[in-house]
């Protein structure tokens, strides 16, 4: 961990004025973001006396090895740009409010021809009309269901769509009467876009005017002794005011709020809000966060508002008021950049008395009841987590926190199909976005300890590629330079589905520490790969299938862990994990070279053309007997291209081998 002291600016190189200033640590990464009206004062703060500060902000300061800074204008500006860096940057240190769920909308697809009526998650899409967001989902689907008996929109898919414009028979909701089934002709595209604009209405608030419409239309058909009309429309009028009894007016009806509620503790913190719409509440979200720097409640009240309303993608999210249990200290500048971004006045206010004050008290019961689950739940894993971490540190021995584990694993089928896989376990739970796959061929495939140093070199020169500075390092300039040229293509690959080429993603910043699935000879070859590239601040051990022992490298006894050890089962969980994502990638390559032709060696052609050929001359036998003119007779075979296949062919039908089987269903291929 670094000094503080070590990357201490120079008071008088500080500026008096407002700013944004980030930590970063060693590798160059962002690890913090603050704003400040007065850098000078705020920085000093940091290192007058580290040992002052909270555990969390004093971790922050040791982690860090640079901080920098950006003064700007004003404290508006200054907390626009905070707010872009923390969502470019993502900053480790800082509060982040995520919750582990999108929320449901009703949404109504106005840009169609037919617009659909939909319970939507995820971003927002273009005309496209939202309510909401409802919590839970089943709420908004009964409602949908209740609504479709007054105004039957179209609610299928469009393949279902289609298959009934196809058939000319609607699907069940239409022969039930909640669809108007326009894929049939029983309502006009304008009729139906008009029934879809009266849903709109009432969700936006005007059901009062559609319920009284239909007690008129109600009374007309009883007075004109028209019974069964008046009794679907008095079930109709009923199903509406169902849907208002779910959404109790609560305030004002033309009270348009978010009520947000913190409750906290030392460690954690935990968000709510109801969004109320025309006084009703139309839904309900929540947050819980770890308070990983010294922050009191304006504070997170703060950081709230700049997340939920600066990751919203449409402006008509943002109420006209925002109710807070604590104003922040910029409250004005974020009221200010709240209304730029909705387009017309927002407050930002404390409710002292009154509806909106007894409706925040039962906002602020839902937080603590939130923290209280949310603690029941996480404290044995956080709990397990932790001590697992600090087992392992412990029993190897290591002075720096496991907070980025990479595990490695070899897979192939006697030497054949050889491949690797590199799974990233951070704070002990996995982090897939950093998985990698590695194909291995050449002398590298030869057996699993040139395999595992030549997996163990690509990984960490990619890492050693991206930072290296030749001017500051010669040395490790001139190593790099002497290690053989990496492989391009799909030799590595993030963690994708297919086997297409992409490109390349870059890696990560290294672990803390390397393991490897195997023992003394696997370390070895992964040791001396790190040794190779100059690199002395990771450590790797391995963790052998057999007894379960862990290496150590240059030791002629293995580490062993306690079976019943947290450690031990974190690093069965990493190594099982990364030898099933092994595993998985092998058997799609396994599979993709099961069948074999002698048309996949013959460059130029790609699988249309493979196929073509196949296609028009039945067999690879009789495509070896054709002429150059013949073959110029496939589409897109032209003559240039026709020699070169024929001349080919006529070079490896001397030697064409063994036949091609197909190895899926054991059937001999004709050659």
């Known amino acids: 961990m670094a000094d503080p002291a070590t990357y201490r600016p120079k008071t008088g190189e500080i500026p008096t004025a407002p700013g944004v200033y980030r930590f ?11 704003k400040a009206k007065n850098l000078r004062s705020r920085l000093n703060s940091y290192f007058a006396n580290p040992r002052g500060l909270l555990p969390k902000t004093r971790a922050m300061v040791h982690t860090a090895s640079s901080v ?22 993502n900053p480790r240190f800082n509060i982040m409010f995520r919750d582990d769920k999108s929320y449901p909308y009703l949404a109504v697809t106005m840009g169609e021809k037919y617009p659909r009526a939909q319970v939507m998650r995820g971003d927002r899409r273009k005309d496209t009309r939202y309510f909401g967001p409802f919590y839970p989902a089943k709420a908004i689907r009964e409602t949908l269901d209740t609504l479709l ?11 279902v769509f289609k298959r009934a414009e196809r058939t000319g028979r609607p699907c069940l909701l239409g022969y039930i009467d909640k669809c108007a089934a326009p894929c049939v002709g029983r309502i006009s595209p304008e009729d139906h876009r008009q029934l879809a604009a009266e849903l709109c209405d009432f969700m936006s608030g005007e059901g009062k005017r559609f319920i009284g419409t239909l007690e008129k239309e109600m009374q007309a058909a009883v007075a004109e002794l028209d019974y069964e009309s008046a009794a679907r429309l008095r079930d109709d009028i009923s199903a509406l005011r169902k849907v208002f009894e779910r959404n109790n007016v609560v305030l004002s009806e033309d009270t348009d709020a978010d009520i947000f509620a913190l409750e906290e503790d030392e460690l954690e913190a935990s968000a709510q809000v109801f969004h109320v719409r025309a006084g009703r509440i139309r839904g309900q979200r929540g947050w819980v966060v770890e308070k990983v ?19 919203s993608a449409s402006t008509d999210r943002i109420p006209r008021q925002v109710l807070v249990p604590e104003l922040p200290a910029n409250a004005d500048e974020l009221a200010l950049w709240l209304s730029g971004l909705r387009g017309s006045r927002v407050d930002i206010r404390v409710p002292q008395r009154g509806d909106k004050k007894a409706l925040m008290e039962t906002v602020a019961r839902n937080a603590a009841d939130a923290l209280r689950l949310h603690k029941s ?33 070899i897979s192939h089928v006697s030497g054949t199909n050889v491949v690797a896989s590199m799974v990233v376990a951070e704070d002990g739970l996995p982090k897939k976005s950093d998985y990698r796959k590695f194909s291995i061929t050449g002398d590298a495939a030869r057996d699993d300890t040139s395999a595992m140093y030549d997996v163990i070199s690509r990984r960490f020169r990619n890492y050693l590629a991206e930072n290296a500075d030749p001017a500051a390092d010669p040395a490790a300039a001139e190593a790099l330079a002497k290690l053989p040229a990496e492989r391009t293509g799909t030799d590595v690959q993030p963690l994708t589905d297919t086997l297409t080429a992409a490109p390349r993603a870059k890696f990560a910043y290294p672990p803390n520490l390397v393991v490897v699935d195997g023992g003394q000879p696997q370390v070895a070859a992964a040791s001396r790969a790190l040794a190779d590239l100059g690199i002395t601040d990771i450590y790797v051990v391995g963790l052998a299938k057999r007894l379960e022992e862990v290496w150590v ?3 002629d006894f293995p580490v062993i862990l306690p079976r019943a050890s947290e450690a031990l089962f974190l690093l069965q969980r990493i190594r099982d994990e990364a030898h099933r994502f ?5 058997r799609q390559k396994r599979a993709k070279s099961m069948t074999a032709s002698l048309l996949d060696e013959i460059s130029g052609l790609g699988p249309a053309k493979r196929a073509a050929l196949l296609k028009e001359f039945g067999s690879v036998k009789k495509l070896r007997s ?32 063994a036949p091609a089987v197909n190895m899926a269903t054991g059937e001999i291929m004709e050659t």
């Not at 950081?303 to 990751?311: A, N, P, S, T």
């Open 24 to 34: 970063r640590d060693e590798h160059r990464r962002v690890i913090y973001v603050g």
């Open 68 to 89: 920098e800074w950006t003064v700007v204008g004003t404290e508006l500006e200054a907390l626009q740009l905070e707010y872009t860096w923390i969502k470019e940057f």
């Open 149 to 159: 008996r007054v105004f039957p929109v179209r609610t299928c898919s469009s393949g």
């Open 293 to 311: 720097e010294d922050t009191d409640t304006s504070d997170l009240v703060e950081h709230l508002i700049q997340q939920v309303y600066g990751e």
């Open 377 to 409: 739940r996480r404290a044995g894993d956080i709990t397990t987590r932790s001590a697992a971490l600090q087992e392992l540190q412990e029993a190897l021995d290591l002075p720096v926190a496991l907070l980025r584990i990479e595990c490695y694993d």
């Open 553 to 555: 490298p240059d030791s």
């Open 582 to 586: 092994a595993i998985t990638f092998h």
């Open 626 to 657: 054709a002429s150059a003119e013949e073959l110029q007779r496939v589409p897109g075979i032209g003559p240039a291209l026709a020699a070169s296949v024929h001349a080919q062919l006529a070079e490896k039908g001397g030697s064409a081998g």
